[in-house]
């Protein structure tokens, strides 16, 4: 008989690699002693002790480390600490985050626009067809002779970008990027990796499946007349919390500009390459993807500074557009990554022409407005088909991707939750979660670059930080863990009436801005700044440029598997 589990003590939900580090965080300062019981026998197999009292640097909480890194056996187990009571059930076992990676690949299909989700592959979360997106107009901003104001035109498939319907790609910029890189740096992993999608049965890996059925979308976004591209396919105003087949409201391309035309000629030079491979399974398609970056490269040549700003296209055009901005201002950062995607894959050093890579700058984390690490990411992976001219970009960009991770080692064990992610406030921004997953990516490439596992053990630390060792207790995906997220901001899953959200979507996170204005956040800290509601989209909002490192960080681990 196991008692009602507390949640005061903090841990991996899912569980334990037998040979990696596990922690528990203990919240408080009682106690002294913590036991693992195993489940099956009842019997405890390890007693340890509760180390130092650590602090919350934004709450002042206090909380100790229990270490049970020495436990190997495989198994189902609790850690219980007598004043608390026991934790959640978790495992020890290998491959044991398989299942967190695969429904996040899925989490995918469930955003697919346009097309029905069957049962055999939805689940109890089948659904009908939404958004056909086969005759969207051409906004007045968007306008072109060839397109005026008012032009049908078909613009189908796609993911939903977030909990909201709209389709932008600037977000997809980035998340393509993430799930191709994933894919060129793990690429045997992938090639048996089912995921129950309608292709799987198909020749090629399902994250690539997955990969093409944006990448159809977003090479349709592209204005065949002079080739840049829409920042958007959105509905002037968010649909309601309604199913993806009760939305009837018009919608619309808008704006091209610089930006989005970057982060559009970075994924279709990565995806040209990616492609080329199954070019017997999608003839011509590696070659047209080519072919659609260099039109934007050519674009962009004589549109270099084209913003999207909202608001000014709003005082001029109607209908007003009022879904997500992406604003970006800097477009310095998407110039280096397209460029780097063309030249590794041209090799037509042209590109490099006016480009400084900025390593003299500390590296910027990944997020959709800052992508300039993707290029660095791309650069490394590469580095054997680099010219000699290209050498000394090489060491420094490798030195800029080690100095940004070593940073995010210091001090690691004085953290009150032992994890990278937390360290600085500014963590804890709107899609947190994301801020975790993709210092995980730092932390990989780091590993990749040294074989040193304290990079490794450190990107561990944001995983085990995702799925409940964080101040808040709660496993960010959905779908996984003791504590789940029960109501994301996520049409879907809260108008199919079932009582479970979508599985594999990853929940934003703590975020102190609080900008929903939602009721139920427990205070203002900034790493508890969360609530379950579906009214929280600046907490508990899913995204997929959120979900997509979250695949990177899951695959990778699994991938370099602890053994
Ligand atoms: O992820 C975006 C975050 O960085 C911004 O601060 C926020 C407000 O502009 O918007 C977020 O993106 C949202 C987008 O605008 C619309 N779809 C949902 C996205 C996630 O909340």
């Known amino acids: 008989q196991i008692a009602q589990p507390t949640n005061d003590i903090r841990l991996n939900q899912v569980g334990f690699y037998p040979v990696a580090q596990k922690k528990a965080i203990v919240v408080g300062e009682k106690g002294a002693e913590f036991f693992l019981r195993d489940l099956k026998t009842k019997k405890v197999i390890f007693k340890g002790k509760l180390g130092p009292v650590l602090k919350s640097p934004y709450s002042g909480k206090k909380s100790r480390v229990a270490d049970f890194s020495s436990v190997q056996k495989v198994g189902k187990y609790v850690l219980e600490v007598s004043s608390l009571g026991v934790s959640y059930p978790f495992e020890i076992k290998n491959e044991i985050h398989k299942s967190v990676a695969t429904a996040a690949i899925r989490g995918f299909y469930y955003q ?53 319907y709209n389709k932008y790609i600037v977000n997809s910029g980035i998340t393509m990027g993430t799930l191709l890189s994933v894919y060129e740096d793990f690429p045997v992993y992938f090639k048996n990796l089912k995921t129950n999608i309608p292709e799987s049965q198909n020749a090629i890996p399902d994250l690539l499946d997955e990969v093409l059925w944006n990448l159809r ?34 919608r619309y391309a808008v704006q091209k500009n610089t930006i989005a035309t970057l982060d559009f000629v970075a994924v279709m030079a990565q995806a040209s390459r990616v492609f080329k491979v199954y070019e017997k399974q999608l003839p011509g398609l590696s070659d047209s993807c080519q072919i659609a970056a260099t039109r934007g490269w050519g674009w962009v040549q004589k549109n270099p500074a084209v913003l999207y700003n909202q608001n000014e296209m709003n005082t001029k055009f109607d209908p007003d557009v009022v879904t997500g901005g992406y604003e970006d201002k800097d477009g310095s950062d998407e110039l280096i990554w397209a460029a780097a995607e ?61 100095n940004f991770s070593d940073d995010l080692l210091k001090n690691l064990d004085n953290q009150p939750y032992q994890t990278v992610m937390g360290k600085v406030a500014k963590d804890f921004a709107w899609g947190s979660s994301a801020v975790a997953a993709n210092q995980g990516i730092a932390l990989i490439q780091a590993y990749k670059l040294t074989k040193d596992k304290n990079y490794l ?22 779908g996984f863990g003791s504590k789940q997220v029960m109501h994301p901001h996520h049409r879907p899953s809260i108008a199919d009436g079932i009582v479970e959200p979508v599985p594999g979507l990853l929940s934003g996170g703590p975020n102190p801005g609080q900008q929903d204005k939602c009721e139920g956040y427990p205070n203002k800290f900034a790493d508890e700044s969360f609530v379950d509601a579906d009214c929280s989209y600046a907490s508990n909002e899913i995204a997929i440029n959120w979900n997509a490192p979250f695949v990177y960080l899951a695959a990778a681990i699994e991938a370099l598997s602890y053994k």
Not at 459 to 478: E, H, Q
């Open 457 to 478: 053990n450190a990107a561990l630390s944001n995983l085990d930080y995702i799925l409940g060792r964080n101040a808040t207790g709660y496993s960010f995906l959905t």
């Open 342 to 402: 063309m030249y590794i894959t041209t090799k037509d050093e042209n590109y490099l022409k006016n480009i400084s890579f900025e390593t003299d700058k500390p590296m910027p984390l990944p997020s959709w407005s800052q992508v300039k690490a993707l290029a660095y990411y791309t650069i490394i992976r590469h580095e054997k088909q680099l010219g000699p001219v290209d050498q000394q970009y090489l060491r420094s960009i490798k030195n800029t991707v080690l």
């Open 217 to 250: 979308w977003m090479l349709t976004m592209q204005d065949p007349a002079d080739g840049g591209v829409y920042h958007k396919l959105t509905n002037p105003r968010f649909d309601g919390m309604i199913m993806p087949d009760a939305c009837k409201n018009p």
């Open 112 to 164: 697919r626009a346009s097309v029905a989700l069957p049962e055999k592959f939805a689940g109890k979360w089948a659904r009908a067809a939404g958004h056909p997106d086969d005759k969207i107009l051409i906004h007045p901003s968007a306008a072109s002779p060839e397109r005026p104001a008012g032009t049908v035109m078909s613009s189908p498939r796609g993911w939903y970008d977030a909990g909201d």
